[in-house]
């Protein structure tokens, strides 16, 4: 392993979350994740939430620390399936899925759409927004919902779906992270 990242807040302040070894993983560092539930501070209590591209967890059970409904946590790689599902033993929650699947074409259809996504995919992979165009064309995203997005470059309203609109962006080192906000679609 390669240590540990913390839960900043809620119920479970201070818990500590195993970093899986895996190539690429990078989780989203403290000062980011407490601007970034800052920002949902008016939203996450009772949201049902994804966290695509899990990794560590930290945002899903920052998430789940902090008062959501529900969080989905999704990663590509076995490994940090397994070592998720071990966290969800460990921290005892029943209100948390965890599974593997290739994204975003092997996302499984969820029984009601999410409020609020959480989207840092490993940078190499180019997966960013290719996720938020299956989201959206595919029924995962409640209306409205707030997606956070993580890259390394600064990310523009004109790359995203026509009816998801950036209304916070911050640059911390490396990393570019943004909130943006999925509105209806006019008929």
């Known amino acids: 392993m390669q240590g540990y990242v913390r839960i900043i807040s809620g119920k479970w302040r201070g818990r500590r979350l195993k970093i899986p070894d895996e190539m690429g993983l990078r989780p989203t560092p403290d000062r980011v994740r407490e601007t970034l539930f800052n920002w949902l501070s008016q939203t996450i209590v009772g949201a049902r939430c994804l966290d695509l591209f899990a990794g560590s967890g930290a945002l899903g ?6 008062g959501a409904l529900q969080v989905t946590l999704v990663d590509q790689s076995l490994a940090v399936v397994k070592l998720l599902q071990e966290a969800l033993l460990s921290f005892k929650v029943d ?11 092997g ?9 609020v996504v959480f989207l840092d995919p490993p940078y190499q992979a180019n997966l960013l927004l290719p996720s938020c165009y ?6 995962f995203l409640a209306d409205p919902a ?8 600064t990310i ?11 209304i916070k962006s911050k640059k911390a080192g490396q990393v570019a992270y943004h909130l943006v906000k999925r509105e209806k679609v006019s008929a």
């Open 156 to 166: 523009e309203d004109n790359e995203l779906p026509p009816n998801w609109r950036l």
């Open 146 to 153: 707030l997606i956070y997005l993580e890259a390394r470059e």
């Open 95 to 105: 209100n948390a899925f965890i599974y593997q699947a290739r994204v975003p074409e």
């Open 61 to 66: 059970f920052e998430a789940l620390s902090r």
């Open 134 to 139: 299956y989201l959206e064309a595919h029924g």
């Open 107 to 115: 996302l499984q259809k969820p029984a009601q759409p999410f409020d």
